[in-house]
């Protein structure tokens, strides 16, 4: 019953363009596939993520 609402949590909004994605599991750098902005994350449980911040050797 809860399968969505925990789906929800593993997946990202990019903040640059808003596009909700799902990043490989434990990575810690996704791109987002709308935008291609890349974004440093981390996952405080196992089944969230949390955007930390920008990659900013990408960033031109
Ligand atoms: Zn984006």
Same mark, same amino acid.
């Given at each position: 019953?809860? /399968? ?10 990019c903040?640059n363009c808003?596009t ?8 810690? /750098? &996704?791109?987002?596939?709308k935008c /291609?902005?890349? @974004?440093?994350?981390? @996952? ?10 920008? &990659? @900013?050797?990408? &960033?031109?």
């Open positions: 019953m809860n /399968e969505i609402s925990d789906k929800r949590k593993s997946q990202l909004r903040l808003f909700r994605f799902e990043p490989a599991e434990k990575a810690t /750098e &996704v791109k987002c596939p /291609e902005m890349e @974004w440093r994350i981390t @996952w405080p449980a196992n089944d969230s993520v949390k955007i930390r911040g920008p &990659v @900013w050797s990408t &960033v031109k």
